[in-house]
């Protein structure tokens, strides 16, 4: 006698992501001498104009949202986790079609520079590479959002498409971005038409 049994399920193929910086970004960063410094206290967490309904049209066509977003500060003990947390949990209330938020507090190694970097500190790939075996995200489709050098680098070294977001600030781009827009929902409007 053949028993009849459900198939098993149809595996589903990798999904592409939009990787996204988080200070200058998605928030308001603060600028000071002509650099990028994410906020000190939730009460200066601000999303920029068209954040929610930009990354809501992200996730209507598919894209899987991740920030990827170095807060060194917490290890070199200017900033509390406790604070940080709470920015991430406030954003993603604003913005729920968000899937997660991978998370760097490693500090850079420029003052001890014969030690390795941590492989997840941008520009370094870590944080894209582990949510992308997490997810079962498609690099090969994806994107990476950022207003900074090592926003770029990042996506370059993971493999993905790059957008740059430019303010103009006191330093030099390191890798050429795929394109330079002026705002976040300029940068997915890019996404969606490519």
């Not at 968000?98 to 190694?109: F, K």
């Not at 493999?159 to 929902?185: H, K, N």
């Amino acid at each position: 006698m053949v028993k009849n049994s459900v198939p098993p399920p149809t595996p589903q193929p990798p999904r592409p992501a939009v990787f996204l910086d988080r200070d200058g970004t998605l928030n308001r960063q603060i600028i000071r001498d002509g650099k990028p410094y994410p906020p000190n206290t939730l009460a200066e967490f601000e999303l920029f104009p068209g954040v929610p309904a930009a990354c809501a049209a992200l996730a209507a066509a598919g894209f899987i949202l991740v920030v990827a977003t170095n807060q060194p500060d917490v290890d070199r003990g200017t900033q509390s986790a406790t604070v940080v947390e709470s920015m991430h949990a406030h954003l993603l209330a604003l913005v729920p079609s968000l899937t997660r938020i991978e998370v760097c507090y490693a500090p850079g190694n420029a003052h001890a520079p014969h030690l390795p970097a941590d492989p997840r500190r941008k520009p370094a790939p870590g944080m894209l590479l582990d949510a992308a075996r997490l997810l079962d995200l498609d690099l090969s489709r994806s994107w990476m959002v950022g207003d900074r050098w090592r926003d770029i680098d990042c996506g370059k070294r993971a493999g993905v498409r790059t957008v740059f977001i430019d303010f103009g600030y006191d330093e030099a781009l390191q890798a050429p971005p795929d394109f330079t827009v002026q705002s976040f929902p300029a940068a997915a409007a890019i996404i969606l038409q490519s």
